[in-house]
Each structure stands twice: as C-alpha cells, then as structure tokens.
T-cell receptor, first 111, second 115 residues
C-alpha cells in the first residue's frame, strides 16, 4: 500500500543533541511538508519542498534544517538551536493541487 | 494572506446529538477549504474538501460542511454524534489553483462525545 512513513514514532534526546526525523513516501508525490504540533496551537509549518533539491522555510524554520535529495524522502533535523524542540512532528505530501496526505507523526521529547 | 479561525477549542456533545464545529476563513481570493480529523497520536485524515463545485460538501463518517461565502464560513456538521467521533478536528484553507502552496490550518477543535 502507498503511504507516508515517519520513523521512529517516539524519540527521546538529551538537550544539546541534534536529531533527525525520517519521512518517506511511496506515493510519487512532488511536494512534501513538515509541521509541528503543540497543544492548542494547531499545525505550524516548518519547511516544505515542492521539487527535489529545493525547499522553502515555513513559519517556524529557526532551529530546523531539511534536505530533499530524493523525491521520496524529506528528513527533518532538529538542531540544538531549537529552543523548545519537544513536540509532535507531522510530515505530509501531496501531488499538485490535491489534499495533503499525512504520516502518523513522531513525538520528540528532549530533556 | 489566508487564515482560518476555529471557534471553540473544545466542544462536548452527547451521543446522538448534533455536532457543529465552526470555521471562519479569511482570503482575498476564492479559497479551497478542508476539514481534517486527528485521532490521538496519529496523523491527520481528510474528512472533506470544498473546491468550488457544490457548496454543500459531504465527507466520510457522515460529516458534511457548507461553504457560505457571505458569512466566510465552512462549518462542519453531523446529525448524530457517535462515540467514535471523539477526536480533534482541523479546518484548513488554501488559495485556489495555487499549486503546492502550503495549507494554512486553524488551531483545532477537540470534540468530546458523552455517553
């Protein structure tokens, strides 16, 4: 079955460490997105990529980095510069002019 | 720029009662509108979408929404709530034919269903 796979589902890190969240899709979608979800704040856009080797900052890109070397993969790195990294991270993808398909998320806890 | 406002961060209804979740949008050009549902610790699933065809849109699980341009609203309804409807619901907006410009989401409304 086609879909979006985010791994791992739960991730624990010590403060000051960088951590990379994986997002893979086999839907042949062009565009991919990373959102951060915090209680009561809805979904906030971190980064998005409309084609391979290109990506744009979203509303809260500071402290995050991404790459898009392959169409099916869009990993997100949470760097030590991100002041409040503990959150639920959602990856999504879409073909042009269609609704988003979401992965099941990664819950990151930094202590 | 587009935006959505979801009135009420938490709505509680009795099983069998009407569900009404409110969404108002702001957009300078005609929008596409979406409702998504999220169950705990999962991603979002598309419930329904408005893309300029019929103003009354039917979605999955018995939900529907009506696009009202004069009120800039896209409220989500279901005639009879079921326990399995308990989840968080998000309204989202995008400009029509804007390619893959990101959706803008509301802050969400958590629906509780009381037996």
């Amino acid at each position: 079955d086609g879909g979006i796979t985010q791994s791992p589902k739960y991730l624990f890190r010590k403060e000051g460490q960088n951590v990379t969240l994986s997002c893979e899709q086999n839907l042949n979608h062009d565009a991919m997105y990373w959102y951060r979800q915090d209680p009561g704040q809805g979904l906030r856009l971190i980064y998005y990529s409309q084609i391979v080797n290109d990506f744009q900052k979203g509303d809260i890109a500071e402290g995050y980095s991404v790459s898009r070397e392959k169409k099916e993969s869009f990993p997100l790195t949470v760097t030590s510069a991100q002041k409040n990294p503990t959150a639920f991270y959602l990856c999504a993808s879409t073909p042009t002019n269609s609704p988003l398909h979401f992965g099941n998320g990664t819950r990151l806890t930094v202590t | 720029a587009q935006s959505v406002t979801q009135l009420g961060s938490h709505v509680s209804v009795s099983e069998g009662a009407l569900v009404l979740l409110r969404c108002n949008y702001s957009s300078s050009v005609p929008p596409y509108l979406f409702w998504y549902v999220q169950y705990p610790n999962q991603g979002l699933q598309l419930l329904l979408k408005y893309t300029s065809a019929a103003t009354l849109v039917k979605g999955i699980n018995g939900f529907e929404a009506e696009f009202k341009k004069s009120e800039t609203s896209f409220h989500l309804t279901k005639p009879s709530a079921h326990m399995s409807d308990a989840a968080e619901y998000f309204c989202a907006v995008i400009i029509r034919n804007s390619g893959n410009t990101p959706l803008v989401f509301g802050k969400g409304t958590r629906l509780s269903v009381i037996a």
